[in-house]
């Protein structure tokens, strides 16, 4: 008898857990798949058709631009591929340091911080900023980071109804707290509506919080010169405002960024568990970024994009689309069933658009997610409105 078959392990146990009845099977229409496919400039490869893409976040296009990939090769070149460990003990580099100044110089912010992700930069910045004697108070649209972080502080969270601020300052009378942050996307992912930035403030003024703005679609795509709402509403360097951004969407790399003051910035650099516990970024992926911030703060690529969202909207009058002044144009269609038949629609004229539907959003509002880019051209989004109002 082996020491295994001595402890009588498994009599009494009717299901025996293993990876592969851990997860219970979602229904069909519920299952996500990872998409293969192969983005080439703007086009996207789906299943061996070649499709015009019209979901992605790289707004300006500039993953694809020669200045910007040709600063990763030269880097990695000189540098190598990975960091080999965290900022704190030998991954960092001058790089980081110099493009932390030119972000916060840009954006109007006295310091800056750069981390791995959009998603690490808001689980590690809501832990940091909070614990459970904290309350936060989220936009009930918020994207998932933010969500998740909050739980991760052990914070209070109070969320109120999208951009509903009349509720908002109920919920700020009705729970004190000595510390209080009022958290909210910027351009909201799945809408692409905007938060009133100035207006939480003043509410953060009036009822002594923080705010936190994630403006991740906004930076290269709203504002003058794209540099995003909180710029857009004038606010930028604001003593109670944290700003958070990603360099996976407009920049067209990989990364995030958190902008506050300066004493803001080394508090983060203190606590930080996703910032001191995590291998810094690849400085090849840093110097892309870099060489994206040079090119948006030429203005062309913004202006471009920026021309696109206003036409799309002037030849989109007759549709039911969400309100939004962003590259983020939604399409709510309502069930999942039509949400994928009008995707499936535009696949066979060409364009990717794919069906957003519960959870990501609310039940009952599925919908498409159009997104516009700097690369479409005026004659791909004028066939992409013709085969969306000829369905409507
Ligand atoms: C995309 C996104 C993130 C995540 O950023 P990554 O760099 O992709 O991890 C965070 N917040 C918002 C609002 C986003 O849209």
């Not at 703007?42 to 600063?71: K, M, R, T, W």
């Not at 190598?80 to 991954?91: E, K």
């Not at 690529?301 to 036409?311: C, M, N, T």
Request: with cysteine; hydrophobic share 45%.
């Amino acid at each position: 008898m082996t020491f295994v078959d001595s402890l009588n392990i498994g009599t009494n146990i009717t299901r025996m857990i293993d990876t592969r009845n851990w997860f219970e099977t979602l229904p069909p229409t519920r299952q996500r798949k990872l998409l293969s496919s192969q983005r080439n400039g703007l086009n996207i490869e789906v299943g061996g058709q070649s499709l015009v893409n019209f979901a992605s976040n790289d707004y300006l296009g500039l993953s694809q631009h020669p200045d910007v990939c040709s600063a990763a090769k030269d880097a990695v070149d000189t540098f190598g591929l990975g960091s080999g460990a965290s900022r704190l003990v030998s991954g960092d580099s001058p790089l980081f340091h110099a493009f932390e100044r030119n972000l916060a110089d840009w954006k109007g912010f006295e310091a800056c911080l750069l981390v791995g992700s959009g998603m690490l930069a808001n689980l590690g910045l809501l832990q940091s900023l909070a614990d459970r004697h904290t309350v936060i108070f989220a936009d009930k649209l918020n994207h998932a980071s933010l969500v998740d972080g909050a739980r991760l502080s052990g914070a209070k969270v109070h969320r109120y109804p999208h951009l509903n601020l009349r509720i908002l300052a109920q919920q700020l009378q009705q729970y004190p707290a000595k510390n209080r942050i009022i958290v909210s996307d910027g351009v909201f992912s799945m809408d692409g509506d905007t938060a009133d930035v100035v207006s939480l403030l003043r509410l953060a003024e009036e009822y002594d919080t923080l705010v936190v703005i994630d403006d991740a679609h906004g930076a290269g795509t709203v504002g003058a010169g794209g540099k995003g709402l909180v710029n857009q509403a004038n606010m930028m360097g604001h003593a109670r405002l944290i700003e958070v951004g990603t360099l996976g969407k407009s920049f067209g790399s990989y990364g995030a960024y958190i902008l506050g003051t300066a004493s803001m910035i080394e508090g983060l650099k203190q606590r930080m568990r996703t910032l001191i516990y995590t291998t810094a970024l690849p400085v090849a992926v840093l110097v892309a970024a870099q060489a994206a911030l040079d090119i948006i703060k030429q203005g062309e690529v913004v202006h471009v994009l920026q021309g696109h969202i206003a036409y799309f909207l002037s030849q989109t009058k007759a549709l039911n689309l969400l309100p939004s002044h962003t590259p983020i144009q939604p399409m709510i269609l309502g069930s999942d069933e039509q949400a994928l038949a009008a995707s499936a629609l535009l696949k066979e004229c060409g364009f990717f658009v794919p069906a957003i539907r519960p959870p990501t959003v609310p039940e009952g509002q599925a919908r498409l997610r159009i997104t516009l880019s700097a690369l479409h051209n005026r004659q791909q989004i004028d066939a992409l409105v013709k085969v969306l109002l000829n369905r409507a």
